[in-house]
C-alpha cells in the first residue's frame, strides 16, 4: 500500500462512517455507557475525538477583514507590457494564469452584517510559474496612514468601543482629528462607496507604489487598479438597511449566484507607471499611501483582466484559511519604500503564522502551483513530504567570490 496515494478528502465514497484514524465506527448516535443509562466511559474515542473536534473547530479570527468571501477564475493579459516588466505572468497577451479572489469588509467581525459602512477588502492571489503574487488591496486608492507604526492605532479607533462594544464614531473622529493625513480616505469612505452594492459592482486599488522591474533592469513604480466590467453601483443608507434587514450576507450571495448562473465577474486591470527620476517633480509624494497619483497626468494604462468563473468548494479551506502576505512577490515586480506596505510585509505573514501556524503556506489554496524547494523544515502541522538527506544549501555564486578574492 501506497502511504502517500490518499490525502484527507471528503470525497471518498466509504461504505461507513470512521475515526480520523480511519477506523470504522459502529455507532454515531450513542455514547459508550455502563448499562443504558450510564454513566458514559473515557474509553469511548470516537465520543473523545468527536467533541474534541468540534470544540476546536475555530480558529483565530482575523483582527481585520474578518467578514469575506473568495472566489476562484483567471487573469489574462491583453495588451503587452513585456517591456515595462520581466514578470512572467505578464510576459504576453493571451497568458492566463489561476487566481483565487478574496472580498471582504474590515472593521467588524466575522458574521457582521456585508451593508455596513465600511472599506472593503480586495485580494488577489495569482498562482504564477514563478511563486504565488499576492496583490492586498482595497475598493479605495488611499488609506488613512502613511506609517505602518500607527496601523494598531488606527485599527483600535475603528473597532468597537473595548467597554461596551459598540462602535462610536466619536472615538474614531476624536484620533483622526489629529491625522489630517487621513481626510482623503474619509472622503472615500463616507462617499456613495462607502457600501458597495455588492462586490461584482466595486473597483479595486493596490493602494500602495511597487516596483516595476524590466529584463534589462530598468525600474518604475507602479500602482494597480481593478475596474469592474459591469458598473459600479452603491448602496444608499436607507438601502443598505433594507438589504441587510433582509439578508446580512447578501453581497455574498451575490457572488455565489452570479457565478452560478454562468454571469463571471470580470475586472479589467490597469496600472500607473512613473519614473523614479521624476518623484521629485511632482507636488505630491509618490510613495505616501495617503495620496493620489492624478489619472490626468499620470494615465492608466491596459493590462489584462480578471474572470470569476468557480465558487469556492469549502468555505473554511478555502476562505478562513486562505492567506495573503503582500510580502509574496514575484521576479519583475517589488516593493517600494512606502513605510506602510513595508510594515505590511511583515505584519501579514506574522499574523497568518499566528491565525494557521508556520507552514500556512503549505496548505493547499496557499501553497504555489510552481515548483518549489526551501530547507524550511518542520514546526507545527508540517505535512510536506521530503526524503532527501542534506539539509543545508550553500550559495555557488558566494562561494565563488570567497574563492576568487
Same mark, same amino acid.
Given at each position: 500500500?501506497?502511504?502517500? =496515494?490518499?490525502?484527507?478528502?471528503?470525497?471518498?465514497?466509504?461504505?461507513?462512517?470512521?475515526?480520523?484514524?480511519?477506523?470504522?465506527?459502529?455507532?454515531?448516535?450513542?455514547?459508550?455507557?455502563? &448499562?443504558?443509562? &450510564?454513566?458514559?466511559?473515557?474509553?469511548?474515542?470516537?465520543?473523545?475525538?468527536?467533541?474534541?473536534?468540534?470544540?476546536?473547530?475555530?480558529?483565530?479570527?482575523?483582527?481585520?477583514?474578518?467578514? &469575506?468571501?473568495?472566489?476562484?477564475?483567471?487573469?489574462?493579459?491583453?495588451?503587452?507590457?513585456?517591456?515595462?516588466?520581466?514578470?512572467?505572468?505578464?510576459?504576453?497577451?493571451?497568458?492566463?494564469?489561476?487566481?483565487?479572489?478574496?472580498?471582504?469588509?474590515?472593521?467588524?467581525?466575522?458574521?457582521?452584517?456585508?451593508?455596513?459602512?465600511?472599506?472593503?477588502?480586495?485580494?488577489?492571489?495569482?498562482?504564477?510559474?514563478?511563486?504565488?503574487?499576492?496583490?492586498?488591496?482595497?475598493?479605495?486608492?488611499?488609506?488613512?496612514?502613511?506609517?505602518?507604526?500607527?496601523?494598531?492605532?488606527?485599527?483600535?479607533?475603528?473597532?468597537?468601543?473595548? =467597554?461596551?462594544?459598540?462602535?462610536?464614531?466619536?472615538?474614531?473622529?476624536? $484620533?483622526?482629528?489629529?491625522?489630517?493625513?487621513?481626510?482623503?480616505?474619509?472622503?472615500?469612505?463616507?462617499?456613495?462607496?462607502?457600501?458597495?452594492?455588492?462586490?461584482?459592482?466595486?473597483?479595486?486599488?493596490?493602494?500602495?507604489? $511597487?516596483?516595476?522591474?524590466?529584463?534589462?533592469?530598468?525600474?518604475?513604480?507602479?500602482?494597480?487598479?481593478?475596474?469592474?466590467?459591469?458598473?459600479? =453601483?452603491?448602496?444608499?443608507?436607507?438601502?443598505? =438597511?433594507?438589504?441587510?434587514?433582509?439578508?446580512?450576507?447578501?453581497?455574498?450571495?451575490?457572488?455565489?449566484?452570479?457565478?452560478?448562473?454562468?454571469?463571471?465577474?470580470?475586472?479589467?486591470?490597469?496600472?500607473?507607471?512613473?519614473?523614479?527620476?521624476?518623484?521629485?517633480?511632482?507636488?505630491?509624494?509618490?510613495?505616501?499611501?495617503?495620496?493620489?497619483?492624478?489619472?490626468?497626468?499620470?494615465?492608466?494604462?491596459?493590462?489584462?483582466?480578471?474572470?470569476?468563473?468557480?465558487?469556492?468548494?469549502?468555505?473554511?479551506?478555502?476562505?478562513?484559511?486562505?492567506?495573503?502576505?503582500?510580502?509574496?512577490?514575484?521576479?519583475?515586480?517589488?516593493?517600494?519604500?512606502?513605510?506602510?506596505?513595508?510594515?505590511?510585509?511583515?505584519?501579514?505573514?506574522?499574523?497568518?503564522?499566528?491565525?494557521?501556524?508556520?507552514?500556512?503556506?503549505?496548505?493547499?489554496?496557499?501553497?504555489?502551483?510552481?515548483?518549489?524547494?526551501?530547507?524550511?523544515?518542520? &514546526?507545527?502541522?508540517?505535512?510536506?513530504?521530503?526524503?532527501?538527506?542534506?539539509?543545508?544549501?550553500?550559495?555557488?555564486?558566494?562561494?565563488?567570490?570567497?574563492?576568487?578574492?
Amino acid at each position: 500500500m501506497d502511504p502517500y =496515494k490518499y490525502r484527507p478528502s471528503s470525497a471518498y465514497n466509504a461504505p461507513f462512517y470512521t475515526t480520523n484514524g480511519g477506523a470504522p465506527v459502529s455507532n454515531n448516535i450513542s455514547s459508550l455507557t455502563i &448499562g443504558e443509562r &450510564g454513566p458514559v466511559l473515557l474509553e469511548d474515542y470516537h465520543l473523545i475525538e468527536k467533541v474534541a473536534n468540534f470544540t476546536r473547530e475555530r480558529i483565530p479570527e482575523r483582527v481585520v477583514h474578518a467578514r &469575506g468571501i473568495s472566489a476562484k477564475g483567471f487573469f489574462e493579459v491583453t495588451h503587452d507590457i513585456s517591456n515595462l516588466t520581466c514578470a512572467d505572468f505578464l510576459r504576453a497577451p493571451g497568458v492566463q494564469t489561476p487566481v483565487i479572489v478574496r472580498f471582504s469588509t474590515v472593521v467588524h467581525e466575522r458574521a457582521s452584517p456585508e451593508t455596513m459602512r465600511d472599506i472593503r477588502g480586495f485580494a488577489v492571489k495569482f498562482y504564477t510559474r514563478e511563486g504565488n503574487f499576492d496583490l492586498v488591496g482595497n475598493n479605495t486608492p488611499v488609506f488613512f496612514i502613511r506609517d505602518g507604526i500607527q496601523f494598531p492605532d488606527v485599527v483600535h479607533a475603528l473597532k468597537p468601543n473595548p =467597554k461596551t462594544n459598540i462602535q462610536e464614531y466619536w472615538r474614531i473622529l476624536d $484620533y483622526m482629528s489629529h491625522l489630517p493625513e487621513s481626510l482623503l480616505t474619509w472622503c472615500w469612505m463616507f462617499d456613495d462607496v462607502g457600501i458597495p452594492q455588492d462586490y461584482r459592482h466595486m473597483e479595486g486599488f493596490g493602494v500602495h507604489t $511597487y516596483t516595476l522591474v524590466s529584463k534589462s533592469g530598468k525600474v518604475l513604480f507602479v500602482k494597480f487598479h481593478w475596474k469592474p466590467t459591469c458598473g459600479i =453601483k452603491n448602496l444608499t443608507d436607507e438601502e443598505a =438597511k433594507v438589504v441587510g434587514g433582509a439578508n446580512h450576507s447578501h453581497a455574498t450571495k451575490d457572488l455565489h449566484d452570479a457565478i452560478a448562473s454562468g454571469n463571471y465577474p470580470e475586472w479589467k486591470l490597469f496600472i500607473q507607471t512613473m519614473d523614479p527620476a521624476d518623484e521629485d517633480k511632482f507636488d505630491f509624494d509618490p510613495l505616501d499611501v495617503t495620496k493620489i497619483w492624478p489619472e490626468d497626468i499620470l494615465p492608466l494604462q491596459p493590462v489584462g483582466r480578471l474572470v470569476l468563473n468557480r465558487t469556492i468548494d469549502n468555505f473554511f479551506n478555502e476562505t478562513e484559511q486562505l492567506a495573503f502576505n503582500p510580502g509574496l512577490v514575484v521576479p519583475g515586480i517589488y516593493y517600494s519604500d512606502d513605510k506602510l506596505l513595508q510594515c505590511r510585509i511583515f505584519a501579514y505573514g506574522d499574523t497568518q503564522r499566528h491565525r494557521l501556524g508556520p507552514n500556512y503556506l503549505q496548505l493547499p489554496v496557499n501553497a504555489p502551483k510552481c515548483a518549489h524547494h526551501n530547507n524550511h523544515h518542520e &514546526g507545527f502541522m508540517n505535512f510536506m513530504h521530503r526524503d532527501e538527506e542534506v539539509t543545508i544549501s550553500i550559495n555557488l555564486c558566494y562561494m565563488l567570490q570567497l574563492l576568487v578574492f
